[in-house]
């Protein structure tokens, strides 16, 4: 049964946090499901965010999508994830596959990440939206933060210039 926010006030319909409970209640409609196992390269991301937490993780950043024909185009993005608490800082840098038109790239992505970060560290991330546009990338961070292995829910949109 699909998360609706019809009977939702305005304000909430189109929170963040709406949009995640909705994403954790749907598990039904898996985000990337049916997505071509080996997409073809469309551009680069990079990112710079940070992340404050007290048993949920609030994530939020600015970022650059450069496409392969040398386009640019600015981004934010903003999440949440569960079981997560501490405070970092840190630059993602990586790869997009399966863009078919920049329009694609803006949405709702979800991926696994957990682990722990004392002082500074490096891990792996893998992002993936409903248009099946995946962002596979290098996260670079300071602080002190421990996650659980959990889903996140990020979601990206353009900004202008």
């Known amino acids: 049964m699909p998360c609706t926010t019809g009977r939702l006030p305005s304000f909430l319909r189109n929170s963040l946090s ?7 209640v749907s598990t039904s409609q898996a985000l990337g499901a049916g997505c071509p ?12 965010g940070e992340t404050r937490s007290l048993f949920i993780g609030v994530r939020q950043g600015q970022g650059v999508l450069e496409l392969e024909e040398g386009q640019e185009f600015t981004f934010s993005a903003r999440g949440l994830k569960f079981g997560e608490t501490g405070t970092r800082d840190g630059t993602i840098s990586g790869n997009v596959y399966g863009l078919q038109s920049p329009d694609d ?3 709702l992505y979800q991926g696994v990440v957990g682990g722990f970060l004392a002082i500074a ?3 792996d991330i893998v992002l993936v939206n409903s248009k099946c546009v995946t962002i596979v990338a290098r996260v670079s961070a300071v602080g002190l933060n421990m996650s659980l292995e959990a889903d996140q829910a990020v979601i990206i949109q353009f900004t202008g210039d």
Do not use: N
């Not at 709406?18 to 954790?24: A, E, F, G, T």
């Not at 196992?37 to 710079?48: I, M, Q, R």
């Open 18 to 24: 709406v949009y995640l409970i909705c994403l954790s």
């Open 37 to 48: 196992e080996k997409p073809e390269l469309s551009g680069s991301v990079t990112f710079t």
């Open 105 to 107: 790239f803006p949405g």
């Open 121 to 123: 560290g490096e891990s």
